[in-house]
């Protein structure tokens, strides 16, 4: 089973890192650069002001990685360690002492701003190094000298263990980003960690600004306030999570902040009243297939035992039929069904994530959808082990076919359908890419596509990279799930002596 494992761990990076790899290098290469600015709405803003517009251009390619950027200011620094005497102008001295620096650093490319005539510089990036980049930064560990704040040079950096008001004993840091390295609470899995984070690239266009992997799992929605006890007892009404606090510089902390918190760890995120995108999509998931399999079983079973009679016949026009009718027009079918017959939302943020009627029909939807391919595959399974040696022995020991198909036939059907549990749970948090648009429902499923249209190059690679170790965990634990079922099953390979 070790073995296994191991081998199989290993063929799962490698599997991750060729899909991601292949997508991050066909997507930085074939798609033009200049069509992520397509749904900016600062682009159009800032068209009458051509050294705004050039400026913005640039620094979001910086943060994409496309190119290192270095605006007029920051290039005027560089040069002034150089030439003290140069000013970032037109002016023919400018000029002489630019191109002196430029020979010097051929890596850069100098451009100047339409307005103004300033320079400013960019290195590009190969997509190599892009690559790279991409992976070396892709856990991020939250070390002691990871704060560097120039106005504060006398911080303390280190670890301690310590006991407040606001969440108890804990691990926390100095000269960390987060205060509360580990920490416990009655949340599950009721211990939190901050020190390792996944880093899978700075959102844009949409979500501008915001990490990757925060678009995807954090709450949405408004802020939510609630009574914060701060690390004095005091209690303080905010929407701001405790749990959450980081490094601010002095001048960027707020009044509020300065009242609830002491010290420079007075930043926090704010606590949402929503449920994340993926919350959302897994809510859905894993009820829809509860109830897939509580319709599918049985139903596969009947079927497979009455093979050829009426029960079999009718399931088989049912399977048919959820097969000939187009997934989109069978969930456009449900939504008016729920909505004109039984009152229930036809569009998920008319009661929003909070109510429970927002999800019944994009469950039982998604369900049906998958409810032909399972039943039929169940009963193959199911009718094949009909012919079996050891169904023709209970048959002979006299056993009824009740018995035989609860006791010996759906025993062993149900394997291979163990082993495809675990994929179908962890798949659940990818949601469904239709049923999430007819339903407006802000999950994981329309993400991707909503990301492919809107260029944002960073959402799209985030994406894939989950749903490829999702793809992986789940074999894994397929497999695993089925010696769990049937002990005579074995991982190992073993070898011929």
Do not use: C
Request: net charge neutral; aromatic share 12%.
């Amino acid at each position: 089973m070790g073995r296994y494992i191991f081998n199989r761990i290993l063929r799962s990076l490698f599997s991750i890192f060729m899909v991601t790899t292949l997508l991050y290098l066909t997507v930085y290469t074939l798609v033009p650069r200049n069509s992520i600015f397509k749904d900016d709405p600062a682009i159009t803003k800032l068209k009458s002001q051509p050294d705004k517009l050039l400026d913005y251009q640039n620094n979001a390619f910086e943060r994409m990685g496309y190119h290192d950027y270095l605006n007029q200011r920051e290039f005027q620094s560089l040069i002034q360690e150089d030439y003290p005497e140069f000013q970032n102008s037109e002016s023919p001295e400018s000029k002489k002492i630019v191109e002196e620096w430029n020979k010097k650093n051929k890596e850069w490319s100098v451009g100047q701003l339409p307005i103004s005539g300033a320079y400013f510089a960019t290195n590009d990036i190969s997509i190599g190094i892009r690559v790279l980049n991409f992976y070396k930064n892709l856990f991020e560990f939250d070390h002691p000298w990871r704060v560097k704040d120039p106005e504060n040079p006398d911080l303390k950096r280190g670890y301690q263990i310590t006991h407040d008001e606001t969440v108890g004993w804990a691990l926390t840091g100095s000269g960390t980003k987060y205060y509360y390295q580990i920490y416990f609470n009655d949340k599950f899995p009721f211990i939190h960690q901050n020190f390792l984070k996944m880093h899978l690239g700075i959102s844009y266009p949409t979500f501008a600004g915001e990490p990757v992997e925060d678009v995807i799992t954090d709450k949405q929605g408004r802020p939510m306030t609630s009574e914060v006890t701060l690390e004095d007892g005091k209690v303080f009404k905010s929407s701001l999570n405790p749990y959450t606090r980081f490094y601010k510089p002095t001048a960027e902390i707020t009044p509020t902040e300065k009242r609830m918190f002491e010290g420079n760890y007075a930043g926090a995120e704010n606590v949402n009243s929503d449920p994340s995108m993926m919350g959302i999509s897994f809510r859905n998931g894993i009820v829809s297939l509860i109830l897939l399999y509580l319709i599918a079983i049985p139903m596969a079973s009947l079927m497979a035992r009455y093979k050829g009679q009426w029960v079999d016949k009718l399931g088989t026009v049912i399977i048919t039929l959820l097969i000939a009718i187009p997934a989109l027009a069978l969930i456009f079918f449900g939504r008016y069904i729920g909505s004109n017959w039984f009152g229930l939302p036809d569009l998920f943020p008319i009661l929003g994530p909070n109510n429970v009627k927002s999800y019944v029909m994009p469950i039982i939807v998604l369900a049906v959808l998958a409810l032909s391919g399972s039943v039929m595959w169940m009963r193959r399974y199911m009718v094949d082990q009909q012919s079996s040696d050891y169904v023709k022995f209970a048959r002979a020991k006299g056993l009824s076919e009740r018995e035989i198909s609860r006791k010996h036939i759906f025993r062993n059907a149900f394997i291979p359908i163990v082993n495809g549990i675990p994929g179908a749970i962890i798949f659940t948090i990818t949601g469904a890419t239709m049923t999430e648009q007819v339903f407006a429902i802000p999950g994981m499923g329309k993400m991707l596509p909503d990301a492919i249209l809107a260029h944002n190059n960073p959402i799209i690679i985030g994406l894939v990279f989950i749903f490829s170790v999702l793809g992986v965990v789940s074999i894994l634990f397929g497999d695993i799930a089925m010696t769990l079922v049937d002990p005579r099953i074995r991982l190992n390979v073993k070898e011929d002596k």
